[in-house]
């Protein structure tokens, strides 16, 4: 898999690796932050995020301009790496409970600009280090390898999150509970107590009474609130990683890091530039505005994980497990069986020297005795926060994207491997099957008007293998999607627009993202099933269409 690639992927991919872990460590708790804290409800929650996160994709347009006419790639990727880091300290200073909201909306604006310097260019900086001839042939199979270091910082986000949270509150002396920040903000504004709340309170103190109530409620409220701010703190780290091998790797990709306009600028690189008629122009930008009109429906569905399904995983779905389901929510559970499973299978495979063989074995056995260990240190019943049901979708990016890499390759071999747009399609597909899982899940269960806010009576909880197998379907129509999208923009865009049409991409994911704001109203419009019908249909839909327009995609492709 790792074969025959510049090193310069490895810079991306591990600059990437570390930025992602931290915006997704941020993304894992982002809605139940802003909801524990301000007391949001969840249609002003899908505004704000949908907001932010259109913000945040829309801005790799104006970075991709930057880049292409003014400062390159590697410096508007250098400045972008800086200035997010300060959005993330910024983010992660602690302020009391229902203080700082227009501090909040300040960081995450500073967030907005150095992403949007960063993630376009960085794309942009990869796609030029295969225009090489010797390394064209494997562009998609490069952006698969991309597209896993950025999940594989995105699934330790939630169990960082996690663990950092737990580990504030715990100094509170409390724990998570997924009821009390709605009852404690609802019993604040009102005074008037749910039924359930004061016996709710009380399994965190047992000596809160209703005198007491408004107190309990103030102080757990910014005991989790100050737990989010130093979640977010890991974020700086991250990015403070990034900086570092971004910086001190730069020979890997140097040959790279130039423009077409910086190339006519220089004797030396003036006879790479690649002029292109303005009808090739034209036909390249219409099919890459297909591609991203086709994408926004995608990630507005895609990205619920964020805000529907997360409230579903809240307020729907069973907040413990037993213990072999509980080896899915442990990502130091997981981790042991899938290098376990690596270790298997370099010992059975063919062509493997002894030393490989040996090697193999002994990764197979420490890591499988490793796991049993862990397994049998698990409780008969395991509890589990929402967030952490968002570290499914990059565990199984990890897991499946050597799978996916093989199958296209054989396919290769074949003769028979789909085009990029194909892919497209196809992943739009298994998006709308995996949406299915969650109408069949949602049959009976009252909708969010009907339970007020509020987490759903016990006896209503569905499993949480409903999101589980959800994830994984979306996982596999994400490996279809989304790195055949970036490789298929950074095949075709025009050299003088390398930057600019990455940045459109992402601009395009910013519209999805703004659209999220649909989920949400629709939560508290629509019964449940409902809801999940709707992105199921845009999906179908979007997939129609861009089957009928893929002999115009597919033919521009192999033009390019």
């Known amino acids: 898999m790792f074969k025959g690639h510049p090193k310069g992927l490895y810079v991306a991919f591990f600059t990437n690796m570390g930025e992602r872990f931290g915006f997704y460590t941020m993304i894992a708790i982002f809605t139940l932050f802003l909801q524990a804290k301000y007391g949001i409800n969840s249609t002003q929650l899908g505004l704000i995020y949908g907001i932010f996160m259109a913000c945040l994709y829309f801005f790799p347009m104006v970075g991709g301009l930057i880049a292409d006419r003014v400062l390159g790639y590697g410096k508007t990727i250098s400045i972008g790496i800086v200035v997010m880091f300060i959005g993330y300290f910024l983010l992660a200073i602690p302020s009391g409970h229902g203080a700082g909201f227009g501090f909040i909306v300040g960081a995450l604006a500073v967030i907005v600009v150095g992403t949007g310097l960063f993630k376009g260019n960085l794309q942009a900086l990869v796609g030029n280090l295969y225009d090489d001839p010797k390394y064209s042939s494997v562009r998609d199979r490069a952006f698969n390898i991309f597209y896993m270091g950025i999940n594989i910082g995105a699934m330790f986000a939630p169990t960082a999150a996690e663990l950092i949270s737990n580990n504030i509150l715990k100094a509170f002396h409390f724990t998570y509970d997924a009821r009390i920040p709605a009852l404690a903000n609802e019993f604040i504004r009102t005074n008037v107590p749910d039924a359930s709340y004061l016996s709710i309170a009380q399994t965190q103190d047992s000596s809160v009474t209703m005198a007491t109530l408004n107190q309990f409620s103030s102080t757990y409220l910014d005991a989790l609130g100050r737990s989010y701010h130093w979640a977010f703190s890991a974020a700086c780290v991250s990015l403070l990683i990034s900086m570092m091998v971004f910086w001190i790797f730069r020979k890997h990709y140097k040959q790279a890091d130039m423009t077409e306009k910086q190339k006519s600028k220089s004797e030396e690189h003036k006879s790479q530039v690649i002029e292109l008629t303005s009808k090739q122009i034209r036909e390249r930008l219409i099919a890459l505005f297909l591609v991203f009109f086709v994408v926004i429906f995608f990630w507005m569905s895609f990205q619920q994980n964020g805000l529907c399904m997360t409230l579903f995983a809240r307020d729907y779905t069973q907040p413990t497990v037993g213990k072999f389901t509980n080896l899915f929510f442990d990502l130091f559970g997981l981790l042991p069986i899938f290098i376990s499973i690596a270790g298997f299978i370099y010992l059975v495979k063919k062509g493997s020297n002894s030393t490989g063989r040996i090697i193999g074995g002994l990764v197979f056995i420490v890591f499988a005795v490793l796991s049993v260990l862990r397994f049998t240190g698990y409780s008969e019943i395991n509890p589990f926060t929402p967030q952490k049901f968002q570290h499914f979708n990059p565990f199984f990016i990890v897991a499946l994207t050597p799978l996916i890499i093989g199958l296209?390759?054989?396919?290769?071999?074949?003769?028979?491997?789909?085009?990029?747009?194909?892919?497209?399609?196809?992943?739009?597909?298994?998006?709308?099957?995996?949406?299915?899982?969650?109408?069949?899940?949602?049959?009976?269960?009252?909708?969010?008007?009907?339970?007020?806010?509020?987490?759903?009576?016990?006896?209503l909880l569905v499993s949480p293998y409903f999101l589980i197998v959800t994830y994984f379907i979306l996982t596999v129509a994400e490996l279809f999607l989304s790195p055949m999208g970036i490789s298929f923009v950074s095949r075709v865009a025009p050299p003088k627009y390398k930057g600019t049409m990455q940045g459109f991409w992402f601009a395009a994911t910013g519209i999805g993202n703004f659209l999220l704001f649909v989920g949400a109203w629709l939560w508290g419009f629509l019964p449940l099933w409902g809801l999940w019908l709707v992105l199921a249909v845009c999906c179908l839909l979007s997939a129609a269409f861009i089957f009928s327009v893929m002999k115009r995609l597919e033919r521009t492709s192999n033009a390019a």
């Open 408 to 459: 296209f390759a054989w396919l290769n071999k074949k003769g028979k491997e789909p085009s990029s747009p194909r892919k497209i399609g196809i992943g739009m597909l298994i998006t709308a099957v995996a949406f299915t899982v969650l109408i069949f899940a949602s049959m009976g269960l009252p909708s969010p008007k009907q339970l007020g806010g509020v987490v759903a009576p016990s006896n």
